[in-house]
Every structure is written in C-alpha cells, then in structure tokens.
C-alpha cells in the first residue's frame, strides 16, 4: 500500500475492466489520487507490447459512428480533476481482432496532471 505524503499529491494507474467483443474490447482506465486534490489529471499514453503468443497487431482507438475503429495517436484521454482519496475512470476501445486468445501484453500507462505530477504504471500479462 502506498503512503501517499500530504502535500505532495500522487496519481496512480491501473486497468480497472475489460469488456466486449475482441473487435471493439473496452478497457476502462482508472486514476486513484493521494491525500492532495490534482487539477487537469489526464492519461497521456497507452502502450501495448506483445510479450507472448502469434505476432498481432492490436488497434489502439475510439468507436466512430460506422462502429470501427479510428485510430488515436497520440493518445490522450483527459480524466478531469481528482479530489483527495478518490478516483476517475476514462475508456478506451481496442481492436484485438487480429490477435489469438492466448496472445499477451505489458500495457504501459503514463499519466499526468496539473502542477507536474506524473507517472508510469506498467502492467505485465495483460490480455485482450
């Protein structure tokens, strides 16, 4: 468990669901904040790095109004201001569609907020 020291507000960053189809997958971001109130808090990047299974070449994006996929580079997805010892979620779509069940990723999530509080959070083993 992280002591998060007042004054000094700290953000960290996990995946908090997965749902849908492998075509249009929803991963749901989360930012839980520390003890400190941050303003501007948003989600820089996400990266995805195949670590097992057949090459595949997942799809980064956000539904458009034909239902596929538009691709977002950079990638950044704002999540608005945090109070003390609470959090904010923000989604992204991912089309797996190439890739096998089996495949796996370490996910990589930069986020920053107002004031200069940043960070990275990787995440090994993930799977569409």
């Known amino acids: 468990m992280a ?6 507000p700290q953000l960290y960053a996990l995946i908090a669901s997965k ?3 492998a075509g249009a997958r929803v991963w749901t971001l989360k930012l839980v904040n520390g003890r400190e109130p941050v303003r501007g808090a948003r ?3 996400l990266t995805l790095t195949q670590t097992r299974g057949t090459a595949c070449t997942p799809v ?7 239902s596929s996929v538009e691709v977002l580079t950079p990638y950044v997805r704002p999540v608005g201001d ?3 010892s609470d959090s904010a979620l923000n989604s992204v779509q991912l089309d797996f569609s ?3 069940a089996t495949a796996r990723f370490t ?22």
């Open 3 to 8: 002591d998060f020291a007042k004054g000094s």
């Open 19 to 21: 749902a849908g189809p």
């Open 43 to 45: 989600i820089d990047d």
């Open 60 to 66: 980064l994006g956000r539904p458009t109004a034909s």
């Open 82 to 84: 945090i109070g003390p």
């Open 98 to 100: 190439t890739c096998a």
């Open 107 to 128: 996910a990589t999530i930069d986020y920053s907020a107002d004031g200069g509080v940043s960070g990275t959070k990787t995440l090994y083993n993930q799977f569409r």
